[in-house]
């Protein structure tokens, strides 16, 4: 077996809620919203359909076309997520300092 530099190796109990919703476009998301301490308390957001998962904070859902990119979504549809997670992630907390 090839030797690997470890940067960190953890493990930490987590909490995953599963989550399915429907805009007005009919875009339906089906989401694991994972929280979890790392990543100054920012969630792991996996959109199930699609494989693509991306570490959402407040800060994140303010930068225009973030959502677009990362999920591969039209204007209309980052929008809908877009307000569905603003409900859901909370502020940034920073655990380290």
Known sequence: ?????????GTEETKTRFVCVVGESLRRFDLA???????????????LQMGRTAVIGPDDL???GYLEHVYKLNEEEAAELKAFLSEVVGPISFTDI
């Open 62 to 64: 303010d930068e225009e």
């Open 1 to 9: 077996m090839k030797e690997f530099d470890f940067l960190y190796d």
């Open 33 to 47: 919203i994972t929280s979890t301490n790392r990543f100054y308390g920012k969630m792991l957001v996996t959109d």
